[in-house]
């Protein structure tokens, strides 16, 4: 092999294992430093978007399940099994719901959903951390299932116990007091009233008061505007949370002013009602008694901001006692939000007045 073939083949050898050149090096981590700047951004966006998506449904959810929990109060609002509460004796004034003593409870039977309209923080004493400028609704019925049935929630001793009879004697439905057609108690021996065949005890059923309201927080100084319920328990009122993110609760309650059964105007308050009053005819207590149906407006919120959003908008939950859109605005703006609403028909009050 001549010198120049020496000479070409070494200079090959040199130029396969020369490896790269600074410039070379550098060009290549500028393109490796741009696809991974690309990559982080592409993950941070999708990241970003995920998280939106979850705090979407996650809002979506809450404020669906916020409606069917109110939903579901009202629907069963006013049952007292056989028992008809338009018998009962109306009290002269709006009946206290903080109420822990038998006397105190039953007073409040024939009114069976009651609210109040925009409350200030310390409307109701039982209440804590209430959310100023929202609703609150108190609901009175029993448990649909009796106590000792397969899958019944058990009774607490000491907790309020209902009965009804279903025996026409003259020392039960027979009697013309009202007072013996029913027990309400925490007293287990008063438990005497019978079926049909008067002879067989009645089925006894647990009595439900629940409180709906707003709370600033849904533990203590977390900020998260949270809807609650208080529940009548044995001899006290005990509250727990049940959806994180709801703002604002407004109500519009149904009346039905001719006795058929359906809704015929919607007020905010029926307390202020065509200026009713202890002497009007109906009294403004009278007018819940009216009451058929109900609108339910919940605000939800999101439980995180969204970085860089600003919500500036106005949200109206119905209408105010005066008849002006119930604008709600000036929120805090970092919260992405949503209005849900649902007109729920009172089944037990409109059944009876239409039957």
């Given at each position: 092999?001549?010198n120049?073939?020496y000479?070409?083949q070494?200079?090959?050898?040199?130029?396969?294992?020369?490896g790269?050149?600074l410039?070379e090096?550098?060009?290549?981590i500028?393109?490796?430093?741009?696809i991974v700047?690309a990559?982080?951004?592409?993950?941070?966006n999708?990241?970003?978007?995920?998280?939106?998506?979850?705090r979407?449904?996650r809002q979506?959810?809450?404020?669906?399940y916020a409606l069917?929990?109110l939903?579901?109060e009202?629907?069963?609002?006013g049952y007292?099994?056989?028992l008809?509460?338009a018998?009962l004796?109306?009290?002269?004034?709006k009946?206290?719901?903080?109420?822990?003593?038998?006397?105190g409870?039953?007073?409040?039977m024939?009114?069976?959903v009651?609210?109040?309209?925009?409350?200030a923080?310390?409307?109701l004493?039982c209440?804590?951390d209430v959310?100023?400028g929202?609703?609150?609704?108190?609901?009175?019925r029993?448990?649909?299932?009796?106590v000792?049935a397969?899958?019944?929630?058990?009774?607490?001793?000491?907790?309020?116990?209902f009965q009804?009879?279903?025996?026409?004697n003259?020392t039960?439905?027979g009697s013309?007091?009202i007072?013996n057609?029913?027990?309400?108690?925490t007293?287990?021996?008063?438990?005497?009233l019978?079926l049909?065949?008067?002879?067989t005890?009645a089925?006894?059923?647990r009595?439900?008061l629940?409180?709906y309201?707003?709370?600033?927080?849904?533990?203590?100084g977390?900020?998260?505007?949270?809807?609650k319920?208080?529940?009548?328990?044995?001899?006290?009122l005990?509250?727990s949370?049940?959806?994180?993110?709801?703002?604002?609760?407004?109500?519009?309650?149904?009346?039905?002013t001719d006795g058929?059964?359906?809704a015929?105007?919607?007020?905010?308050n029926?307390?202020?009602?065509l200026?009713c009053s202890?002497t009007?005819?109906p009294?403004?207590v009278?007018?819940?008694?009216?009451v058929?149906?109900?609108k339910v407006f919940?605000l939800?919120?999101?439980?995180?901001?969204?970085?860089?959003?600003?919500?500036?908008k106005?949200y109206?939950l119905?209408?105010?006692a005066?008849?002006?859109?119930?604008?709600?605005?000036?929120l805090d703006?970092?919260y992405k939000?949503?209005?849900?609403?649902?007109?729920?028909?009172?089944?037990?009050?409109?059944?009876r007045?239409g039957?």
């Amino acid at each position: 092999m001549s010198n120049r073939a020496y000479a070409i083949q070494g200079s090959a050898k040199r130029a396969a294992h020369r490896g790269m050149s600074l410039v070379e090096l550098l060009v290549a981590i500028a393109i490796g430093a741009l696809i991974v700047a690309a990559m982080a951004v592409l993950f941070a966006n999708n990241s970003r978007s995920r998280s939106e998506t979850e705090r979407a449904s996650r809002q979506m959810e809450n404020g669906r399940y916020a409606l069917e929990v109110l939903r579901n109060e009202l629907l069963h609002a006013g049952y007292y099994g056989e028992l008809d509460p338009a018998g009962l004796v109306l009290p002269t004034t709006k009946p206290d719901p903080c109420a822990t003593d038998i006397a105190g409870i039953q007073a409040g039977m024939p009114v069976y959903v009651q609210g109040y309209d925009d409350v200030a923080a310390t409307t109701l004493t039982c209440l804590n951390d209430v959310k100023a400028g929202t609703d609150v609704v108190v609901i009175r019925r029993v448990s649909g299932c009796v106590v000792g049935a397969a899958g019944c929630t058990g009774v607490a001793a000491g907790a309020p116990v209902f009965q009804t009879s279903a025996c026409g004697n003259a020392t039960e439905l027979g009697s013309a007091d009202i007072a013996n057609h029913y027990r309400l108690d925490t007293d287990a021996t008063v438990f005497t009233l019978t079926l049909r065949n008067c002879t067989t005890v009645a089925p006894r059923r647990r009595y439900v008061l629940r409180i709906y309201y707003v709370a600033n927080n849904d533990r203590a100084g977390d900020g998260v505007p949270t809807l609650k319920f208080t529940e009548l328990g044995a001899g006290a009122l005990s509250a727990s949370s049940l959806v994180q993110g709801v703002e604002n609760l407004q109500l519009e309650y149904g009346l039905d002013t001719d006795g058929n059964g359906d809704a015929d105007v919607y007020t905010a308050n029926p307390d202020l009602y065509l200026g009713c009053s202890a002497t009007t005819t109906p009294t403004c207590v009278g007018r819940w008694t009216s009451v058929v149906s109900a609108k339910v407006f919940v605000l939800t919120r999101s439980i995180d901001t969204s970085p860089g959003y600003v919500d500036a908008k106005t949200y109206v939950l119905g209408r105010k006692a005066n008849g002006d859109p119930n604008e709600f605005s000036g929120l805090d703006p970092g919260y992405k939000r949503r209005v849900f609403q649902e007109v729920v028909r009172l089944q037990n009050p409109s059944g009876r007045r239409g039957s």
